[in-house]
């Protein structure tokens, strides 16, 4: 009888477990969140006050979504967090890499932080949507891994663990052949290119594979 009690007491309990957070964020995760708030604050800021270290779950800070069952990050929403006056500093980058460790992010939105470049490859299996609009970007970030190969040719197919669907880059500076990178991404449903002084957008749309353009539900460019 103690036997099937505890059994029982031991099923109602992965129940409860399976039904919400209970261990809180993944320490790996909070580590990284941690140095992405480092870097916003670079070199005298205050944002994001709620990621402390004091606070173990970063599932309860400011503009981070977790998945119930797994507590992996899976939405972050960094939009206006860089204090205006950092933005005197000049130019400001982002190391790509620092959001690496965050595996099952399916959201991340850095609009508006004056961010005039991601530094390295962004490459997140998990990422579905991407909004970059209304910074400085000269130029798209790196979203997948290229070989030796596929860096000397541009190729029509779907790079592997890449399943972006909406991609914002409107409000940039972007040179005229920064969306060269983004053509082999044929799961893009969205495209936000409006207003980052592309004078030669029309040459994009002739030389994009037809593949891409037919997945493309919704494109913006003026």
Wanted: glycine content about 6%.
């Amino acid at each position: 009888m103690k036997y099937f009690l505890l059994c029982l007491g031991t099923w109602v309990l992965l129940v409860l477990i399976g039904n919400g957070r209970s261990m809180g964020c993944l320490k790996e995760e909070r580590n990284a969140l941690l140095k992405i708030k480092a870097t916003f604050n670079h070199p005298n800021g205050s944002s994001l006050p709620s990621w402390g270290d004091g606070d173990g779950d970063c599932c309860s800070w400011e503009g981070i979504e977790c998945d119930n069952t797994t507590s992996r990050v899976t939405q972050l929403v960094l939009s206006y967090i860089r204090d205006l006056e950092l933005r005197e500093y000049g130019p400001w980058v982002i190391d790509a890499s620092l959001f690496v460790p965050l595996e099952e992010l399916q959201v991340l939105d850095l609009r508006n932080n004056c961010l005039s470049d991601l530094n390295g490859t962004l490459h997140l299996k998990k990422l579905n949507r991407l909004d970059l609009s209304f910074n400085n970007l000269e130029r798209v970030p790196s979203l997948y891994k290229k070989t030796s190969t596929e860096a000397q040719q541009l190729s029509s197919n779907q790079p592997k663990g890449v399943n972006l669907e909406v991609l914002d880059l409107g409000n940039n500076n972007l040179a005229n052949d920064a969306l060269t990178d983004i053509m082999r991404i044929t799961s893009l449903k969205a495209l936000y290119i409006n207003q980052c002084g592309l004078n030669a957008s029309s040459k994009f749309l002739e030389g994009t594979p037809a593949k891409m353009l037919s997945s493309i539900t919704f494109l913006k460019i003026r």
